[in-house]
């Protein structure tokens, strides 16, 4: 299988073609970190307000140095959709598939924890034209998945299974193209750590890089 790799500019995220047999997960919903103790809301009266909370321990801060609104945390990522953000994953199909879903090699670039992202990935005929697939009789534009997957330590590579189960993928597909739209930096369990971006989301309707 002949595999090309390519890098969005400044936009939406890494881009990854594949020759043709690729496909990923039915549309998955948003899969959010199951809550860890620290994250328990109090009852307490004397409690703060979750976003005040936040912005005394710097959350805000966080997203603003970046030009973006938001304190940063899972359920109120930094609103990245007009200051576009470096895209911290790339991602190489194997080729194989696993669990009959098709296998990418999914790499941390950057020297930080990552430990969620939100991926969408399209389908193109030879001529470039994007595909549907059709499950259930609902018809898909894409595949989009996301969840702790992601979870990689600073430039680790691991395999990851992005795409429609194989006996859903589009008729005819020559290629694939894949976008993360959004990413978790920091170690799970340290909230502290925690930078949680969203670019802008990821249409249901895209021409292949380059076409």
């Known amino acids: 299988m002949k595999t090309t790799t390519m890098f969005l500019a400044g936009a939406l995220t890494l881009m990854t073609v594949a020759s043709a047999g690729c496909k990923k997960k039915e549309d998955a919903s948003e899969l959010a970190p199951k809550p860890s103790a620290a994250e328990t809301v109090t009852t ?3 409690a703060p307000e979750p976003k005040a909370a936040a912005a005394a321990a710097g959350g805000d801060s966080k997203c603003a ?67 549907e697939s059709v ?8 595949s989009r998945m996301n969840g702790s997957s992601f979870t990689l330590k600073p430039n680790e590579t691991k395999k990851v299974t992005i795409g429609f189960k194989k006996e859903s993928e589009p008729r005819g597909a020559a290629s694939m193209e894949i976008v993360f739209d959004g990413w978790c930096y920091g170690a799970y369990k340290d909230e502290s750590s925690h930078l949680c971006i ?8 895209r021409a292949r890089s380059g076409s």
């Not at 970046?66 to 609103?79: E, V, Y």
């Not at 950057?110 to 969408?120: N, P």
């Not at 499950?135 to 894409?142: E, L, M, Q, S």
């Not at 969203?198 to 309707?205: I, K, T």
């Open 44 to 46: 307490s009266a004397s």
């Open 135 to 142: 499950i259930k009789d609902k018809t898909y534009k894409a």
């Open 198 to 205: 969203s670019a802008a989301r990821a249409p249901d309707d």
């Open 65 to 131: 140095a970046l030009g973006c609104s938001g304190t940063g945390t899972f359920f109120d990522r930094c609103g990245c959709a007009a200051k576009p953000q470096p895209v911290p994953l790339t991602a190489k199909p194997t080729g194989k598939y696993m669990f009959n879903q098709p296998e990418w090699e999914v790499t941390n670039t950057t020297d930080k924890d990552l430990h969620w992202a939100s991926a969408v990935v399209y389908y193109y005929d030879k001529a470039g034209n994007q595909l």
